[in-house]
């Protein structure tokens, strides 16, 4: 039969399991919302660039890098830097909860 110290023991060791996976969840919950609202964001940006024609009209004598500095281009250079930061972030949510899982499965 176990004595007192050794049930409070227990008891305080199965709460610590419990609030670390209440945190785990938490944390992975609030990536992924920070994910979706970044996702809803870049579609949201992409409804609403208008569509524009894209004119090389007999220009052969243009400096590519300032093409994409016109007003008519300014929605896609937002695009991609949006995407890029997506991209980005949902790496690090991967590696983040991957590291979570880890920590889990060795506690």
Known sequence: MRSSDERLKEIIKRADTVQKTAQIRRTALA???????????????????PDT?????GMTNVHYGSLLLEASYTGYVVVAVL?????????????????????????
């Open 31 to 49: 990536q992924a919302a920070a994910s979706a609202v970044c996702l809803a964001l870049l579609i949201l940006v992409c409804v609403i660039i």
């Open 53 to 57: 024609e894209i004119t090389a009209g």
């Open 83 to 107: 995407a890029f930061a997506l991209g980005i972030l949902l790496t690090l949510l991967a590696l983040q909860l991957r590291k979570l899982n880890q920590l889990s499965r060795g506690a």
